[in-house]
C-alpha cells in the first residue's frame, strides 16, 4: 500500500509487506463496475425483476437485506461480486449473495484471478480509513479513480486464499447465527400475529376501534398505555469518531438511527460515541424499549422500528434525538415490541409521518392509535415464549460481537503480513457452533 495508506492506519511508518507479495493498483486486479440508478417507477416491491440496493442502508454483516426490485436495471452486480458503498457513508462492503440491479450509491468489484474474498476483506480493512484518504478531509463520494488507484499489497493466490480461509470461517459462523437469530425471530412474529392479530385462540369476539376483538380484551388509546421520551439532541462537537482527537473509550455509547435494522432489532456497527453525560431523560438501560420515529428516506423501512437496547457492559447508555424511549408502561417489553411491528401501529406511523426529505412523526401519534390489552394469564403465556427468543437473541448478538472482534484483530495483521497464515493453527481457530 501507499506510504499514504500506511499512515492512515495510524502509524507514521511505512509497513513492510513480505518481499514475495507484490502492490498492485486495484484496476489491475479488477474490474470496477459503478452503479447506476433507474427510474424511480421502475423500483418495486411485487419481485418484478432482480432484486435492486441504491446504498449500504440495507448492508448486513457480509450480505445485504434485499426488499426492494427494479423492473429495467441499468447496471448490475453479479453473485459474489464485493459490493462497496461510494457515497456517504462511504466505506462499508458486503457481498452481493445473486445477481442484483445497483444504484449508484453502490460499485460492484471482482477480481480478474481467484475468488473476491480476499479483495472483500482487504476493503473491510480499508473501510474506515476513506473518510480520511487523500487529502485528510472526509470524504462524501468514492469516484472510479479512487478506486482505481487504490494500492492494495497482493500475496500470490494461495497465499491470498488462505487468507480469504482464515477470516471467512469467523464470517460463516457469525452468518449461520444471523439466520438463526432471523428463524427464531420470524416464529415470534408469527406467534404474535396468530394470538394477537388473527385471534386464532379465541372464539367470542366484540367490536372495538379497532375491528372486532376477543370479549376478553381491552382496547385503549396508546397514550393511556405509555409515553414517549424523545432522546438527546446531540452536536457534531460531542461526537468522538475518527476525525476527533478522543478515544471512544473517553465518551459514552449512543443508541441512535443507524443502530435500528429494517424492521426491526439492533445494528451493532452504527454505534456513536458522545462526550458528557446529559440529563437522565436521555439515559436508557439496557432491555429498556426504544422505537425509531424517522427515517432519512421515503422508504420508511425504519420508521416506527423497534430495538430492545443491548447490553454493551458501558454505562450510562443514550438515545438520539431520532428516537423515543417507552416510558410509564406496564406492559411487557416483549409485547410492546411486536405491537409496534403490527399493523395496529406500523402502517399509521407512515401514515401519521410527515417531510418531503427526512419522515417523522410526533409523539402525539399516541392520541390516534389504539393498541389491544389481553388479559393477563395470555399475555404470561406470550411471554414466556417470547422472552426466551430474546435472551436467545441477545447471546447471539454478544457471541457475534466476540467473532467479529476477533476478526477485526486478525485482519490488519494478515492484510499487511505483521502474521502469517502458517502462524495461525486452524485447529484453533475452531468456534463454537452453540448459541
Known sequence: MTTEQSKLNGDEKVISEPPEWSKKKLDEVASINLGQSPKGEYYNKDGNGPHFI???KNFGNKYPKLDRFCSKPKRQADEGDVLISV????????????????????????????????????LKYFEDMW?????????????KSDLQNLEIPYPPLKERNNIAYILNRIDDKIEVNNQINDIIE??????FRSWFVEFEPYANFKDSEIGKVPDSFE???LEDVLSFQRGYSYSGDELIDEESDKDVLEGYPMVNLGNISPGGGYRPEKIKYCEGVPKDRYLVEPGDLVISHTDMTQDQDILGSPVIVPNLDQEPLLFSHHLYAIREVDLPKEYLYYYFLSRYFKPKAESFASGTTVLSFSSKIGLDVYIPIPPEEDLKRFVDVARP???????????????????????PQLLTGEVRVNDISLDGLEVDSGV
Open 131 to 143: 473518510s480520511q484518504y487523500a487529502d485528510g478531509t472526509t470524504f462524501n463520494s468514492i469516484t
Open 87 to 122: 457515497r456517504a457513508p462511504v466505506g462499508p462492503v458486503n457481498i452481493a449473495p445473486e445477481k442484483i440491479c445497483i444504484g449508484r450509491g453502490v460499485t460492484a468489484l471482482k477480481m480478474y484471478e481467484g475468488p473476491n474474498d480476499y479483495l472483500y476483506y482487504f
Open 389 to 411: 427468543i430474546f435472551e436467545v437473541k441477545e447471546n447471539i448478538r454478544q457471541e457475534n460481537d466476540n467473532l467479529t472482534d476477533l476478526r477485526n484483530t486478525l485482519l
Open 54 to 56: 441504491q446504498g449500504s
Open 186 to 191: 420470524e416464529m415470534a412474529q408469527i406467534l
Open 219 to 221: 382496547v385503549n388509546l
